[in-house]
């Protein structure tokens, strides 16, 4: 059996959150938290199917590695991992995982200790990663266009100041 969904991830409360008006609004949103990404962080991704969680994680990737990286839904998958970069990265679709035993035969514990993680439904672990999660909750703008984002975070302790780092950075770029 996994976790308990319910545990607490060690957070001080969600940040604020981001208004993003088009795909390459959160492409960009995407590189700039990657840049602050270090190897052992648990990124979670969240929202309903369609929402652009696998394009956040395609952002990401491909601003860590190449940014012609063709980076697919780990859907039927269950993993992927690109190791171009410096640090791997183990992107994972857990949306039909049923038990710890099956990360286990993903390499979930090898993966963490060597890697970051960016997990699309991280629902079913319930708060692994600890301080060193992030959640990113992807969710639509009722109030803009179709393709607009509203994105909500919920950083481990050791998120904050970069989390606040890579929004103030992300900010900065868009108001250029």
């Known amino acids: 059996m996994l976790p308990a ?4 991830l060690n957070t001080i409360g969600p940040c604020d959150k981001v208004k993003l008006d088009n795909v390459s609004s959160s492409l960009r949103l995407a590189g700039s938290i990657a840049r602050v990404a270090k190897v052992g962080d648990v990124i979670g991704l969240l929202g309903p199917i369609g929402i652009g969680k696998t394009e956040f994680a395609r952002g990401f990737i491909q601003s ?18 690109y190791e171009m970069g410096v640090i791997p990265i183990y ?9 710890y035993s099956e990360l ?11 890697g ?6 991280p629902e079913s672990i319930g708060a692994l990663g600890g301080v060193s999660r992030l ?8 109030e803009g266009p179709s393709n607009s984002r509203i994105i909500s975070f919920d950083p481990g302790l050791g998120w904050q100041e970069r ?14």
């Open 5 to 8: 969904q319910n545990q607490s």
């Open 64 to 81: 860590l590695t190449h940014h012609d990286e063709i980076v697919p839904s780990p859907t039927f998958t269950l993993m992927q991992v």
């Open 91 to 99: 992107h994972y679709d857990l949306y039909r995982i049923q038990s």
């Open 104 to 114: 286990e035969e993903l390499g979930f514990d090898a993966a963490v200790a060597e």
């Open 116 to 121: 970051i993680l960016l997990i699309e439904w």
């Open 135 to 142: 959640n990113i909750s992807l969710d639509v703008d009722k």
């Open 163 to 176: 989390l606040n780092n890579a929004i103030k950075a992300f900010i900065e770029v868009s108001d250029a």
